[in-house]
C-alpha cells in the first residue's frame, strides 16, 4: 500500500565516512520524519519536515542532517559516521497540510539498516 | 509529557491461541490511540486506530478499544496466526502536536 522508497535497504560503512540515506514518496505529502530504531525496537523521532524548505529536529538529539529541497524527497546525511550511529533507520509520511491532526496515519518505508564498523 | 507503556515481550503464543497486549498511556491533552505492526524485515504499517473515548478499532480480526476511564487500548485477537508474528507498537498524538510518541514495542512470537 505505501509509497515511500528507502535506499540502500542494507549498508555496513567504515568509520569517519560521509554517508546519505534516500526516502522519496510518490503520495503528495507534506509531512515527512525520520525515525531511528535501537535493537530493542524502540523508536525515537530524529528529523521532521512540514513541508519544501521546512526542516525541525526532533525528540531525540542526533548528529544526522536532512533536506526538503523537493516534495518528495527527505534524504538524511551523515557528515562522519561512528559506530553509535548503527541503527535501523525508518522513513515515514503523513498527508495533509498545516497542523498534524491527531488521528492522521503515519506511512513507513522499509527502513535503512546501517552498520559502521 | 505524553507517554505509552506497553507490555514487554517476548510473547509466545501457539496458533489459534488467545492474544493480548496491554498499553496505558498518559497524554496532557485528548490523544487519538494507535497500533501499528512492524513485519520481519519491513517497516511500520498502521493496524488500527480510535480517535476517542469508548471507540474500537478493528482490522485482520485484531480490536483495541479506547478506554479513557482506565487510559488504555489493549490489543486482543480471538485466534493468533502463524503470520500475526511481528513487533506491536501502541502510539497516541494529541491534536498540533507534530510527534507521534511511541511504546517501546512487543513482539509477538506465534508457533504452528
Excluded at chain 1, 560503512?13 to 503528495?28: A, D, Y
Excluded at chain 1, 538529539?61 to 535501523?88: D, G, N, Y
Excluded at chain 2, 497516541?92 to 507534530?98: F, H, Q, T, W
Amino acid at each position: 500500500e505505501a509509497d515511500i522508497y528507502q535506499t540502500p535497504r542494507y549498508l555496513v560503512i567504515g568509520t569517519g565516512k560521509k554517508i546519505t540515506l534516500e526516502c522519496s514518496q510518490t503520495m503528495g505529502h507534506d509531512k515527512m520524519y525520520w525515525y531511528q530504531q535501537d535493537p530493542g525496537m524502540e523508536l525515537h523521532l530524529i528529523h521532521y519536515s512540514y513541508g519544501v524548505n521546512s526542516t525541525e529536529k526532533g525528540d531525540l538529539s542526533s548528529e544526522s542532517t536532512v533536506s526538503r529541497i523537493r516534495t518528495e524527497h527527505f534524504p538524511l546525511t551523515l557528515e562522519s559516521a561512528r559506530p553509535s550511529h548503527t541503527s535501523q533507520y525508518l522513513c515515514a509520511s503523513s498527508p495533509g497540510q498545516g497542523a498534524v491532526m491527531a488521528n492522521e496515519k503515519l506511512f513507513f518505508g522499509s527502513g535503512t539498516q546501517l552498520s559502521v564498523l | 509529557g505524553d507517554s505509552v507503556t506497553q507490555m514487554e515481550g517476548p510473547v509466545t503464543l501457539s496458533e489459534e491461541a488467545f492474544l493480548t497486549i496491554n498499553c496505558t498511556y498518559t497524554a496532557t491533552g485528548y490523544p487519538s490511540l494507535f497500533w501499528y505492526v512492524q513485519y520481519p524485515g519491513e517497516g511500520l504499517q498502521l493496524l488500527l486506530k480510535a480517535t476517542k473515548a469508548d471507540d474500537k478499532g478493528s482490522n485482520k480480526g485484531f480490536e483495541a478499544t479506547y478506554r479513557k476511564e482506565t487510559t488504555s487500548f489493549h490489543l486482543e485477537k480471538g485466534s493468533v496466526q502463524v503470520s500475526d508474528s511481528a513487533v506491536y507498537f501502541c502510539a497516541l498524538r494529541v491534536s498540533g502536536y507534530s510527534t507521534l510518541t511511541f511504546g517501546k514495542g512487543t513482539m509477538l512470537l506465534v508457533s504452528p
